[in-house]
């Protein structure tokens, strides 16, 4: 087990409550380095005590049996904490202003944001599928979400269904609150005369997604394929992500032609990307 050391360490007097985290967080990145299998057999329980640097009693006191503590183990990494805290909102932020104002004159005309739109999505997809591709708690959580299935039937599998579902809608939740704060910088609505939903749009830029990051963990010749295309601007070279995630923009969300773009709004999207702040958190409908 890579990394946990630690011998002579002197154990924090902490609570049980501190300990439980500790343990479960250190064999989160045990499971994380090494790789997942439903079984977890690969996962000494003394040496996560030691790692932790927890109290052997106080941790046999709560899991008597270590079955207990890998049940516990399998719904910490069935709540994605750290996939949740490694999309990078920082960095998607820091494109999204980096793209758009650079080029806020292509605002002031419906093929300029059309061109500005498609650079945009084609930056965050390709930016976004090397941050997943290079995280090891995205592919343990990857791992689970398509092995779980195989554990027996019973309470365990049905509480870790419960949190990975719960994390999936945490995912798309995020997703959906992006897409409507880029719908609404750039004057775009719902698709009109069809009964989609901003959170229906999340699912399939999430499942998308999500499959063409697994298809390259086993194709990995798929990450750097490019596909070169005029889409509304100079010819570029798009990944294949790039290319799924602006069908999906392009298909379901148009312009809303009660917008008008005169230099009062297109002043207010410039000063909303100098504003210092989560430019993709945008409020349900």
Request: negative net charge; hydrophobic residues 40%.
């Amino acid at each position: 087990m890579g990394g946990l050391s630690g011998i002579g360490r002197r154990r924090p007097r902490l609570s049980d409550q501190e300990t439980e985290r500790r343990m479960l967080e250190t064999a989160a990145a045990a499971v994380a380095e090494a790789g997942l299998t439903v079984s977890l057999e690969h996962i000494r329980l003394e040496d996560v005590i030691r790692e932790a640097g927890v109290s052997r009693s106080t941790v046999y006191r709560r899991w008597p049996q270590k079955e207990m503590f890998l049940g516990d183990l399998l719904l910490e990494l069935a709540r994605a904490r750290a996939p949740l805290s490694s999309l990078g909102g920082a960095e998607v932020n820091d494109a999204v202003r980096r793209t758009v104002l650079e080029r806020l004159d292509l605002l002031e005309t419906a093929d300029g944001r059309q061109r500005l739109l498609a650079e945009l999505l084609r930056t965050l997809a390709e930016e976004d599928v090397r941050r997943i591709r290079a995280s090891s708690q995205w592919r343990t959580y990857l791992a689970l979400t398509a092995t779980f299935v195989s554990l027996p039937d019973g309470d365990l599998r049905d509480r870790v269904q419960e949190e990975l579902a719960r994390s999936e809608q945490e995912f798309v939740e995020a997703i959906a609150s992006s897409a409507r704060a880029i719908s609404s910088m750039f004057g775009l609505r719902l698709r009109s005369g069809v009964s989609i939903s901003f959170d229906d749009i999340a699912n399939l830029i999430h499942a998308f997604g999500r499959g063409m990051v697994i298809k390259t963990l086993s194709a990995p010749e798929l990450a750097t394929r490019r596909v070169e295309g005029k889409l509304y601007g100079d010819a570029e070279a798009w990944s294949l992500s790039a290319l799924g995630l602006f069908s999906v923009v392009a298909t379901w969300l148009e312009p809303d032609p009660e917008i008008v773009w005169d230099r009062e709004r297109i002043d207010m999207v410039r000063k909303q990307l100098e504003t210092e702040g989560n430019l993709l958190e945008a409020e349900r409908e």
